[in-house]
């Protein structure tokens, strides 16, 4: 590592922030465009029928789901980087709570997989009636649900971790820590709205997650083109190696 990208966070954080807008994009592809026009809300039937006419499409989610979070690694690394001069110790447990997410919402993709294999006309979905290939769809379906907003949870309080460090920086705006911070609150209000009201989860959805778009969004876009105040983060890190 050359002295001086030791020095400066900046060319880590204009990636890192290149990378969270991709993020973003699949995160809005997997969602909005795959599973929200291929799964029809109450209706099991329609939604097999539409994934076995598209399961191109279906995969498409999949591997851009995936490939989202191979990307959160890169960009966990630099907002560790970046916040390790505020508190290691907070810095570090935000980076393994959103380590956590990110295994958890892999691993989730797994439910994702079964409707397609059911439904592909291989051997697999030949042992099941319609109605049950259709039971089994929906259940897979919402099993990935429940694992995703599990999977929040973790990022919920890393983004609450990062938004308290960012506001007491110093080198990074401190509405844009609060606005990190009401990002986590709106996952951790999804997440446990979901596993304890259901009903009261799907009549917030989706505006609950509204300030952690925005919250997310301007994080990124910061990095991208302001970057740090870096005589600051400087001072910050010297006091922090003392």
């Avoid at 929200?36 to 191109?56: H, N, Q």
């Avoid at 979905?125 to 099993?143: D, K, M, V």
Wanted: charged letters at 10%; one cysteine or more.
């Amino acid at each position: 590592m050359t002295p001086s990208l030791e020095r400066s966070p900046q060319p880590y954080l204009r990636i890192a922030g290149l990378l969270y807008l991709a993020i973003i994009a699949l995160g809005l592809f997997g969602e909005a465009v795959v599973r929200g026009s291929l799964v029809v809300a109450g209706d099991a039937a329609a939604t097999a029928a539409r994934i076995a006419a598209e399961p191109l499409l279906w995969r498409a989610g999949i591997a851009g789901d995936l490939l989202m979070h191979v990307l959160d690694l890169p960009v966990i690394l630099a907002l560790y980087y970046l916040l390790r001069p505020v508190s290691r110790p907070l810095a570090l447990l935000a980076t393994w709570f959103n380590l956590i997410q990110t295994a958890v919402l892999a691993a989730n993709k797994l439910n994702l997989l079964l409707p397609v294999l059911l439904l592909e006309g291989s051997g697999i979905g030949q042992a099941f009636s319609a109605a049950q290939l259709q039971s089994l769809t929906r259940l897979a379906i919402n099993l990935h649900a429940y694992g995703f907003g599990i999977g929040l949870i973790f990022f919920g309080i890393a983004c609450l971790l990062r938004g308290w460090l960012i506001a007491r920086s110093g080198f990074l705006p401190r509405p844009l820590g609060l606005l990190l911070l009401l990002a986590g609150l709106s996952y951790l209000l999804n997440s446990f709205a979901l596993l304890l009201a259901p009903k009261l989860a799907a009549a917030m959805f989706p505006a609950i997650l509204l300030p952690a778009f925005i919250g997310e969004l301007a994080l990124a876009l910061w990095l991208i083109v302001k970057g740090v105040d870096l005589p600051q983060w400087a001072r910050r890190r010297a006091d922090a190696l003392a």
